[in-house]
C-alpha cells in the first residue's frame, strides 16, 4: 500500500508525501471533470452555472496535484 497517502483524523491529510493516484483513477478524475465542465458550460441557470463553476475549479485545484 505505498500508493495511499496517509489521513491522520485529527490534523487531515499528511502531505509530505505528495499526491498519489493510479491511471484508472486519474481516468475517472478527468473523466467525470469534463462531464463537469459541459455541465456547467450548457447550464442556462446563472446561480447553478456558479454554484457549478465553483465545484469544477475545486476538482480542477485536484487534478493539479496528479499533473506529471
Request: net charge negative; charged share 25%; proline share 4%.
Amino acid at each position: 500500500m505505498t500508493n495511499i497517502v496517509p489521513i491522520d483524523p485529527d490534523t487531515g491529510i499528511i502531505t509530505d508525501q505528495g499526491a498519489h493516484i493510479d491511471a484508472f483513477g486519474q481516468a475517472m478524475l478527468l473523466g467525470i471533470f469534463s462531464d463537469l465542465c459541459q455541465l456547467r458550460d450548457g447550464e442556462m441557470e446563472q446561480n447553478c452555472a456558479i454554484v457549478l463553476d465553483g465545484i469544477a475549479k475545486r476538482l480542477g485545484k485536484l487534478l493539479e496535484r496528479y499533473e506529471p
